[in-house]
């Protein structure tokens, strides 16, 4: 079996068996009321999905750990289907995974509704988990430091990887959790940036990274068979945070993060979009008493809905421009 064939075929099985699993969750959810709570800010439409079950990282998470555990356990019988080198990126799913999850649970039925943890707790969690795999990426992998297009070379940055690295990591699990709130965008986009690592990983001889790539795809998929609008269930924090920081370690294992604002383009747009935001609102604040603002609403997305923009017309839009910045992504990998 080729390499691209035993990748497609993971993702194929993590599909199956996320949307195996995919209604029970639901019903699970359901039965114990874990659903979402709808800003009142918000676009007026939005208020139809309060009470859809979320937490549904949870849909993808599990697939992929069977998934990745058990083709890990048959290398004792002989058969070579995924490295020991893949459990850090499945390390880093569950770890952020758990974080967006008690940050979920906090914010339904916590002390904090409708909030759920405190930034700064937040904030502080994803950068010592980011920090102990920028560590974990540098010693234990050795994974590649840095490629840049237009160069045959690998630029060795010493003990500056380590916070540029885990720059990236909680870079990258917050612009995807920015980024979810519209029915699918999330999912399609994460899907779309780890096909695109996935081939370059491919192209790179790195078959176990590239076959663990594929195998999220599969589950990410599964988890839109139930998330496409109308959706019947939300990623909420515990999927966000989980695929944003997999991803970035995932690009760090490849040496080509320098291109990962290309490929994610839409979650940085949607990220400086809160960043412009939120700067503009306390500058206005501090030199003329109130608060400006630069959008109807941030993210960027729910200011294109204000604008007139319908759910669908946002997210496929968002996602013809990812796949294009894939294509440049792939290109700019390879030159």
């Known amino acids: 079996m080729t390499q691209t064939s035993m990748a497609l075929t993971l993702a194929g099985l993590s599909f199956m068996l996320t949307v195996i699993w995919g209604s029970p969750l639901i019903r699970v959810l359901h039965f114990f009321r874990i659903g979402k709570l709808i800003r009142v800010e918000g676009p007026q439409r939005h208020f139809t999905k309060q009470g859809t079950p979320t937490m549904g990282g949870v849909m993808i998470i599990m697939p992929v750990a069977l998934v990745t555990i058990l083709l890990n356990a048959v290398s004792l019988i002989g058969l070579k289907v995924l490295g020991l080198s893949v459990l850090l990126p499945l390390a880093t799913m569950l770890a952020y995974g758990i974080l967006g999850a008690y940050d979920d649970w906090e914010g339904i039925r916590g002390k904090r509704v409708r909030e759920g943890l405190r930034a700064r707790t937040k904030f ?8 102990a795999l920028a560590i974990a990426l ?36 917050n612009a995807i959790n920015l980024t979810d709130g519209l029915d699918g965008m999330a999912g399609l986009i994460s899907a779309t940036a780890f096909v695109t690592y996935g081939f370059i990983a491919l192209l790179q001889g790195q078959i ?26 939300f990623m909420g924090d515990t999927g966000s945070l989980m695929l944003g920081s997999t991803l970035a370690v995932v690009a760090l294992m490849t040496g080509q993060w320098a291109i990962l604002p290309v490929i994610i383009i839409i979650p940085i747009s949607i990220t400086l979009s809160v960043i412009i935001q939120t700067t503009y609102f306390k500058y206005t604040r501090w030199r003329y008493g109130v608060g400006r603002r630069v959008f109807k609403m941030a993210p960027l997305q729910h200011h294109l809905e204000l604008s007139g923009w319908s759910e669908t017309q946002v997210v496929q839009r968002f996602w013809l421009i990812t796949l294009l910045a894939a294509m440049i992504g792939v290109a700019l990998a390879v030159v």
């Open 124 to 131: 502080l969690f994803q950068v010592l988990l980011a920090i």
């Open 208 to 233: 176990f990274l590239a076959r663990f790539c594929f195998t999220v795809t599969g589950a990410v998929f599964g988890f839109l068979w139930f998330n496409v609008h109308p959706a019947q269930l």
């Open 138 to 173: 540098r010693y234990i992998l050795d994974a590649p430091e840095l490629f840049l297009p237009f160069l045959d070379i690998e630029i060795q940055l010493g003990l500056l990887y380590i916070p540029f690295a885990a720059f990236v990591i909680v870079s990258a699990a």
